[in-house]
Structure formats: structure tokens, C-alpha cells
């Protein structure tokens, strides 16, 4: 298609990437790939983590998980191969998990350990979900006591234990390790195969011994929190394509569906359309921000459904590549939203590129 707009998404940087992290905390590392892998690809970068011998990704729902493991390349991976998706929202039906041996569940409270149970699901598919108050889900701090009673009588194994770090106040951060580490401890930490507390926040805020993991989105695509700032990763996404037409908007009163005016171009000469609107999760709030064509900077004029108009000068020519998103530090202060709230958002109609060779 001419001119259009793609995310292109370089598989090494990803590849970089989960080896940095690796390294940097000397612990394995479980990627989490829900939300069309923060708008990657979800499918693209659960075979890149197979590539990369990761063992263990996560998703946030069921349906995310199926997406992926009916997808042929995942039919077909040998038996040999270990690779698990653990889902971290209850599912509700258990018998959703018979087709799908690759998946694992969240534990997220006491009644549902007794459900599953019940259901003959085998603790190596559950991963225990820990609440220090964070107060989404997991089981809660007073239900602990029986949590500990029941592990210690019927010796349960589980896949993983796990919680949530939260980053707010430092401190609360130091008491939530110290509450699940020796929570682990008094159970037995070889009870579990993989106990995991961090996101991408809480690693760059925190090391934490008895963990055997950490669980990362943010970071394994490269971007980084607002305020850290980790030096060897690198961003893999890049959101481009050409630009569509230009006009002279000199004598014109409107562009697209708007006064001229009402959109800063009151004195403007050249409009160039681009084939990128919000039906493509590229919304409004784009507006006035800015991007980049041949290295230079152009204000986003307005954004309509399918088209997206820059004001632009002479130098710009029809074909030129358009680069949006090209600073998410920039785009933050432009449009007031996280880089990773415009990377989800995006729609499906917009096509995802890998670079690089799946081996
Ligand atoms: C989304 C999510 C993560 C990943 O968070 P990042 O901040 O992107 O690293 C980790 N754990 C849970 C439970 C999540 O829902």
C-alpha cells in the first residue's frame, strides 16, 4: 500500500533487550506481552521470546493467551520446548485450560486454590498472586495464615508465587519485599519454581534476593519509566510512513473538516496529508504535537478519522518518510499521554512490521 503508515518493530532491540535484563538483575525474566504486546504485536513478540529461550511470558486475560497458542507456529512447537503463558486474571472456568496445556493460571484467592484444586488442576500450572495491600487481586494478608496451613498439610508445589511491588513510596516498597520474602521463606522457597515481585518500575527502584525472576513489560520493549533511565536498552518500535499528498492551503478556508483557523493554519501555506487517523488509535490529542521529516521538526495540524494533516514547507515532497512517536519524552509533554498508553491504543488496522528473522 502507498504511502502508509506501519509500526515497524526491530526484533534484535527486542532481542537486546530481554539479554540486558537478564544481566542486569542476574535473574531470568518473565516478559509481559498483554495488550497486542504493548502495541508490538503480541504474536511476533511471543516468538521472539521463544527465540530468546525465555521460558515463562505473561499476558493479563485468557483470550490473549488462546490468540497466541492457537497460532500455528505454537501448535506446532515441539514438546521439548518449554514455553508457558501465565494469564494473570482469574478465568473463572477452569475447563477453558483443557485444550491448552502451555497455559498457566493466577492464583488470586484462598476459594480459588480450593476451586482449582477441586478441578484436579495441577499446582505446577498455578502461580500464587499475593495482595500486600496493593488491592487489586491476590490473596489477601489475613487469609494468609490458612494459605501457609493448607501448603504445609497437603505439601503443595506450585509453579510460582508471586506479588506486586508497588514503587509509590520507597519505604513501602522495603516493607512489601520484606512481607513476601519471608512469607516465601516460612513456606519454603523450593516449594516454588519461580517467585517474581518486580514490574519495570520496582527494578529499576529495588534488588530483591529470594526472587527468581523479574516481571517486565516496559523495559523488555525499551521504554523506559518516566524519571529512570537505563542506558543499554533500546526502543524497538518506530512509527512511520510517507507522506500522501500535499496542497497549497494558501487561498483555502478549510482543512479537512475544520476552519483553517480553528486548527493554527490561519497563515499557513503547504498541508500535507498523511494516512494515519484515530480509527488507527493515532487520536486526537496528537494535535499540535510534532513529527519528524528529514530530520525535521513539523506541527501535527489535524487529526480525522483515516487522515492526518502536517503543516509542512517546501522542502517537504510527497514520499518523504514521516516519523511519529519519535521521542515518547516529547510526546508525553505534547499530548499529555504515556508512550505506552498511544502504543496500546493502537488499532489493529494499523500493520505491525517485524524486522529480523524469526530462527
Ligand atoms: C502489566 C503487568 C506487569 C508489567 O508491568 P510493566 O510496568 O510494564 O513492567 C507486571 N505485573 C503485572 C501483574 C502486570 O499486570
Not at 497486542?36 to 511476533?44: D, K, R, S, T, V
Request: charged share 30%; hydrophobic share 35%.
Amino acid at each position: 500500500m502507498e504511502h502508509s503508515f506501519y509500526l515497524e518493530v526491530n526484533r534484535e532491540a527486542i532481542l537486546h533487550n530481554i539479554n540486558v535484563l537478564r544481566k542486569w538483575k542476574r535473574k531470568d525474566i518473565i516478559p509481559v506481552i498483554k495488550a497486542n504486546a504493548y502495541g508490538h504485536g503480541m504474536l511476533e513478540m511471543a516468538k521472539t521470546c521463544v527465540q530468546a529461550g525465555v521460558t515463562q511470558v505473561a499476558v493479563a486475560r485468557y483470550e490473549e493467551a488462546k490468540k497466541i497458542l492457537e497460532d500455528s507456529y505454537f501448535q506446532s512447537l515441539s514438546k521439548e520446548c518449554s514455553f508457558q503463558i501465565l494469564i494473570f486474571e482469574s478465568i473463572g472456568d477452569f475447563s477453558l485450560l483443557d485444550d491448552f496445556p502451555r497455559m498457566d493460571i493466577s492464583i488470586n484467592s484462598l476459594e480459588e486454590l480450593e476451586k482449582a484444586l477441586e478441578y484436579h488442576i495441577s499446582p505446577k500450572k498455578m502461580q500464587v498472586k499475593i495482595d500486600f495491600s496493593f488491592g487489586r487481586n491476590g490473596i489477601q494478608e489475613k487469609d494468609l495464615p490458612f494459605f501457609i496451613k493448607k501448603v504445609k498439610e497437603e505439601n503443595l508445589t506450585f509453579k510460582g508465587i508471586f506479588s506486586h511491588l508497588f514503587s509509590s513510596s520507597y519505604e513501602d516498597g522495603l516493607l512489601c519485599i520484606k512481607k513476601f520474602s519471608s512469607l516465601v521463606q516460612e513456606m519454603g522457597k523450593e516449594r516454588f519454581d519461580r517467585i517474581h515481585l518486580q514490574n519495570s518500575a520496582a527494578s529499576y527502584n529495588y534488588d530483591c534476593d529470594i526472587v527468581t525472576d523479574i516481571r517486565v513489560g516496559m523495559l523488555t520493549y525499551g521504554l523506559q519509566e518516566p524519571g529512570y533511565f537505563h542506558e543499554e536498552l533500546q526502543r524497538a518500535f518506530c512509527l512511520k510512513g510517507k507522506i500522501d499528498s500535499i496542497r497549497c492551503v494558501e487561498n483555502m478556508k478549510y482543512l479537512a473538516y475544520e476552519g483553517k483557523e480553528d486548527v493554527g493554519m490561519k497563515f499557513a501555506k503547504w498541508a500535507a496529508k498523511i494516512k494515519i487517523g484515530y480509527a488507527d488509535g493515532f487520536g486526537k490529542e496528537n494535535e499540535n504535537g510534532s513529527c519528524i521529516i528529514q530530520r525535521k521538526e513539523y506541527r501535527i495540524a489535524e487529526v480525522t478519522m483515516d487522515n492526518t494533516f502536517l503543516e509542512v514547507d517546501e522542502r517537504v515532497k510527497v514520499g518523504d518518510e514521516v516519523l511519529l512517536f519519535y521521542n515518547p519524552t516529547k510526546t508525553k509533554q505534547e499530548t499529555g499521554k504515556e508512550i505506552h498508553e498511544h502504543l496500546t491504543g493502537l488499532t489493529n488496522r494499523l500493520p505491525r512490521k517485524w524486522i529480523g528473522e524469526i530462527k
